[in-house]
Nanobody, 125 residues
Framework: QVQLVESGGGLVQAGGSLRLSCAASGRTFSNYVMGWFRQAPGKEREFVAGISRDGGSTYYADFVKGRFTISRDNAKNTGYLQMNSLKPEDTAVYYC??????????????????WGQGTQVTISS
């Protein structure tokens, strides 16, 4: 199995940027499709972005298209989420996730079987 640890969260003003990192350990990182999810207080966890095992394919939720970029460096066993033009509604705990259930990016929580502990992202207006 793989262990995931997120970092890079924090407090920024609206319009600012943050870069989240997800460090993986355990089994070979390139064996896993990777995704980012988020959960705001009182809301369900939602898909943000996903990336294929080799990084060649990505998929985004509509509400982050053009603002967020997901990437990965398999040599460093690390995934990233670059977040630009941040809005107060982006405030949430962001989770890194990985799955070896399918080679496809499936944008639902139940298709990801490994999760990090989450990192808080707070956007002030």
């Amino acid at each position: 199995q793989v262990q995931l640890v997120e970092s890079g969260g924090g407090l920024v003003q609206a319009g600012g940027s943050l870069r989240l990192s997800c460090a993986a350990s355990g089994r070979t990182f390139s064996n896993y499709v990777m995704g980012w999810f988020r959960q705001a207080p009182g809301k369900e966890r939602e898909f943000v972005a996903g990336i294929s095992r080799d990084g060649g394919s990505t998929y985004y939720a509509d509400f982050v298209k053009g603002r967020f970029t997901i990437s990965r460096d398999n040599a460093k066993n690390t995934g990233y989420l670059q977040m630009n033009s941040l809005k107060p509604e982006d405030t949430a705990v962001y989770y890194c996730a990985a799955q070896d259930l399918s080679r496809f990016i499936v944008a639902v929580t139940t298709m990801f079987n490994y999760w990090g502990q989450g990192t808080q992202v707070t956007i002030s207006s």
